[in-house]
């Protein structure tokens, strides 16, 4: 069964950096989109940013306006998620998630066949 794990989240001040990965148990892994979401304390689940199989496109949320960046290693099975110039409204559980092959648009949770268990990203002010 393929599986999504998430890592390198932590605790950072304001204005720090974080960069989390997701590595995929399937070899299958480079013929898929794959996206971050996050989720905030009483927050619904958001969308983050998706890159495209060959990693030729991506799409961000508007609050990341310039501070994160997607990238991906298909040789690693692994999306990588670079955050700088974090806030403290950018505290939540980051999940990386599989773009359903058949969906048609990437900004909904629904559009998405597989989470990851999430990591848990803090900012202090």
């Known amino acids: 069964q393929v599986q999504l794990v998430e890592s390198g989240g932590g605790l950072v001040q304001a204005g720090g950096s974080l960069r989390l990965s997701c590595t995929a148990s399937?070899?299958?892994?480079?013929?898929?989109?794959m996206g971050w979401f996050r989720q905030g304390p009483g927050k619904e689940r958001e969308f983050v940013a998706v890159?495209?199989?060959?990693?030729?496109?991506?799409y961000y949320g508007d609050f990341v306006k310039g501070r994160f960046t997607i990238s991906r290693e298909n040789a690693k099975n692994t999306v990588y998620l670079q955050m700088n110039n974090l806030r403290p409204e950018d505290t939540a559980i980051y999940y990386c998630?599989?773009?359903?092959?058949?969906?048609?648009?990437?900004?909904?949770?629904?559009?998405?066949?597989?989470w990851g268990q999430g990591t848990q990203v803090t900012v202090s002010s």
């Open positions: 998630a599989k773009h359903g092959i058949h969906s048609a648009s990437y900004f909904s949770t629904d559009e998405y066949d597989l």
């Open positions: 399937a070899r299958t892994f480079s013929m898929y989109n």
């Open positions: 890159i495209s199989w060959s990693g030729g496109m991506t």
